[in-house]
């Protein structure tokens, strides 16, 4: 496959792009070789694909069943889930992960970082989400995180649950300390899943202070063992939403910490702003983390969708342009330098969270794995909200998308 013209990642210099048994031989202007499928890519923006680094595969889909979340809090959501639970079958989770996998698919996402609940007897979900990974490994490059959500202490064996599912195969460990019963069930919690980490060689994904309480400080508590175990940058913190309530005297010491930790941020801007701030009359709060405050400290920061029509989200469409779109507006990053870089909060930003850097990014004897949208550079495809007219993973063809006509009669 050759792929002429193409302006990769918001570069004004076209260059061509050679694809050979799956993977990226060579990058440059006008190479002049015979191929049988050759892509025009005049005026076109090229990036990696997009990542979804936290979604709820698990859950996506069940909004309304078996009642919706009028208040739109988590712990609304946390609850309807739960009755959901009772009638999980395999079929039932795959059938609804697959749907949305495939609407992510078609929106140029082609790595994703799901969470699944530990804190079922049956492990229902992580069974067909790990059947699922597997089925769809030539396809899409899957990560599941064992995710206790009702509590590693909180929940009845929920510790012995979450090592069965690492037993399992599971990529990572979560936690939920904001949501344990008390303060030491939260500290002890995040303790635990960084031993299981350690005995089991996993990354960490933990759903850390997603609370607009400023005295919710599980962060400094996971930061302190990233930190002192080594594990670090095989850390990461999403939500972490109490840090927009945090008061600045104690952020600036907390930045200290989080410099020396490493640890990766996922802030979930969909997600966050419709679930944060239910408690607040006027001023409410925006509900996303202190976005430009951790770059500034070297810390990385990605975006995830979090969830797609389920108990704590009934909207979604799979797009991480939207996803884009609103964090650039809570956290106003609204620069035009700031726009046309932010496709990097959903892909290289996002692939450091995974770590999966090393088989990811449009380079030289890298997997062919990249997207290319419609419009010139980012700005315009954020924009426009660009057509994804190739997703190309592994030099196939994963999706392909017929730009929209448009006949305006006046």
């Not at 450091?352 to 550079?377: C, V």
Request: proline fraction near 4%; charge should be negative.
């Amino acid at each position: 496959m050759l792929i002429k013209n193409a302006h990769i990642e918001n570069n004004e210099t076209p260059q061509d792009i050679l694809i050979k048994d799956g993977k990226i031989e060579k990058i440059a202007a006008n190479i002049d070789v015979q191929d049988d499928e050759v892509i025009d890519a005049t005026d076109k923006l090229v990036l990696p694909p997009f990542i979804d680094p936290h979604v709820h595969l698990d859950t996506t889909q069940t909004a309304g069943d078996p009642k919706w979340n009028e208040s739109g809090t988590l712990f609304e959501g946390i609850e309807t889930w739960a009755l959901r639970k009772e009638k999980l079958t395999k079929q039932d989770v795959k059938e609804r992960a697959l749907k949305t996998i495939k609407k992510q698919v078609s929106n140029g996402i082609q790595f994703i970082r799901s969470h699944v609940d530990s804190t079922d007897p049956k492990l229902t979900a992580m069974e067909a989400m790990l059947e699922l990974r597997e089925e769809l490994k030539d396809t899409i490059e899957l990560q599941i995180v064992a995710f206790p959500q009702e509590g590693i202490l909180s929940y009845p064996n929920g510790k012995e649950l979450l090592e069965e599912s690492l037993k399992m195969g599971a990529d990572a460990v979560g936690a939920i300390p904001h949501y344990e019963f008390n303060r030491e069930y939260s500290v002890q919690s995040l303790h635990e899943a960084v031993d299981l980490a350690v005995k089991y060689d996993r990354l960490i994904d933990v759903h850390c202070d997603e609370i607009d309480d400023g005295q919710s400080r599980g962060l400094e508590t996971l930061a302190t063992l990233a930190y002192e175990t080594g594990l670090k940058d095989r850390v990461t913190a999403s939500h972490t939403t109490a840090m927009h309530s945090y008061n600045d005297a104690y952020v600036m010491k907390l930045m200290r910490l989080l410099k020396l930790a490493d640890i990766n941020f996922i802030a979930n801007p969909l997600v966050n702003t419709h679930l944060q701030g239910r408690i607040d009359n006027y001023p409410k709060r925006r509900g996303m983390t202190r976005v430009q405050p951790l770059l500034a400290n070297g810390n990385n920061v990605a975006f995830g969708h979090d969830d797609i029509r389920d108990p704590w989200y009934p909207l979604g469409n799979g797009n991480m342009l939207e996803v884009v779109h609103m964090g650039l507006h809570i956290d106003q990053m609204m620069g035009y330098t700031d726009i046309q870089n932010s496709y990097q909060f959903v892909t290289t930003n996002a692939a450091k969270a995974l770590h999966i850097t090393d088989h990811y990014g449009i380079e030289e004897g890298k997997p062919a794995n990249l997207i290319i949208f419609n419009q010139k550079d980012f700005y315009n495809v954020l924009n426009e909200r660009s057509e994804v007219l190739y997703s190309i993973h592994n030099g196939r063809i994963l999706s392909e998308t017929t730009p929209k006509q448009v006949t305006l009669h006046f």
